[in-house]
């Protein structure tokens, strides 16, 4: 079906960038929305970023909206998210997620049917 694995997660500083990077295998064809999300400790899972594929239209969450980026790359099909001004509360496990379908509700992750494994983020200050 489809596989999706990230990387970059680690520590920044709060202020500082970080950039992770999330590439799908298998039925890539059938993706109409990948994109990211994050769940805090003790927190629900939430949406942050989603790219719709077909005209690359991104969605944002409001609280990090101007300060990260969705950028999908060519070749192997992968969606990076370029967190730069990074914020305490940002921190968490981000995971990479993809959709057969398009539709509004992009930041719901109960909507997402494929999954990656996640990869940790921690911010210091």
């Known amino acids: 079906q489809i596989n999706l694995e990230e990387t970059g997660g680690g520590s920044v500083e709060a202020g500082g960038s970080l950039r992770l990077s999330c590439s799908a295998s298998?039925?890539?064809?059938?993706?109409?929305?990948m994109g990211w999300f994050r769940q805090a400790p003790e927190k629900e899972r939430e949406g942050v970023a989603v790219v719709y594929t077909g005209d690359h239209t991104p969605t944002y969450a409001d609280s990090v909206k101007g300060r990260f980026t969705i950028i999908q790359r060519g070749g192997w099909y992968t969606v990076d998210l370029q967190m730069d001004n990074v914020k305490p509360e940002d921190a968490g496990v981000y995971y990479c997620?993809?959709?057969?379908?398009?539709?509004?509700?992009?930041?719901?992750?109960?909507?997402?049917?494929?999954w990656g494994q996640g990869t940790q983020v921690t911010v210091s200050s």
């Open positions: 997620a993809a959709d057969r379908r398009r539709h509004s509700r992009r930041l719901d992750p109960s909507e997402y049917q494929f």
């Open positions: 298998g039925d890539t064809y059938a993706i109409n929305l």
